[in-house]
T-cell receptor, first 115, second 112 residues
């Protein structure tokens, strides 16, 4: 398998549930990202990891908890979410932290619906 | 702050029509510019990029020229196909920064 994969592709959860989103990259990259794509809003960067260390947290509520156990895997743990958290969550990776000439490669996303 | 503004969608065209999607930016530093495309049900794919003024990025018949004087990076294609139907995102990144800044996206529909 190549590129960036995400599971599950679709997720429906209640506000009291705990779930996790998984991202895996097969590109040998050192940096990974979580983005949120809501309807009618620009993509929002949530978290950035480089070499398994979190380097950016864009004022994301604590009900979203990222985990990067190694450079190939990135998780987003979800608990006590709100309906407004319903969105497409995209994972991306790049060879290193995004610099001027760096390209980010995106996964297909997890479509999340919070009831 | 840094920002990207794209023309509002949705845009609907007939097959073989000429396409322009406008993109302008404001940046505190010297950005690289990107166009990403998102086909239905998929994640974003890099379509083309340009890293310095007057560079032209091109791919799959799409082109965009980095215009520093007008802070623009408009996407063009001479003859669109039904398979070009997707959402197109303009984005920038400042040299040394970690964050891609995206526009709001423009949904394009091509009718046969």
């Amino acid at each position: 398998e190549t590129g960036v994969t995400q599971t599950p592709r679709h997720l429906v959860m209640g506000m009291t549930n705990k779930k996790s989103l998984k991202c895996e990259q097969h590109l040998g990259h050192n940096a990974m990202y979580w983005y949120k794509q809501s309807a009618k809003k620009p993509l929002e960067l949530m978290f950035v990891y480089s070499l398994e260390e979190r380097v950016e947290n864009n004022s994301v509520p604590s009900r979203f908890s990222p985990e990067c156990p190694n450079s190939s895997h990135l998780f987003l743990h979800l608990h006590t979410l709100q309906p407004e958290d319903s969105a497409l969550y995209l994972c991306a990776s790049s060879q290193d932290l995004a610099a001027a000439r760096e390209t980010q490669y995106f996964g297909p996303g997890t479509r999340l619906l919070v009831l | 702050g840094d920002s990207v503004t794209q023309m509002e969608g949705p845009v609907t065209l007939s097959e073989e029509a000429f396409l322009t999607i406008n993109c302008t930016y404001t940046a505190t530093g010297y950005p690289s510019l990107f166009w990403y495309v998102q086909y239905p049900g998929e994640g974003l794919q890099l379509l083309l990029k340009a890293t310095k003024a007057d560079d032209k990025g091109s791919n799959k018949g799409f082109e965009a020229t980095y215009r520093k004087e007008t802070t623009s990076f408009h996407l063009e294609k001479g003859s669109v196909q039904v398979s070009d139907s997707a959402v197109y995102f303009c984005a920038l990144i400042i040299q040394g920064a970690q964050k891609l800044v995206f526009g709001q996206g423009t949904r394009l529909t091509i009718n046969p």
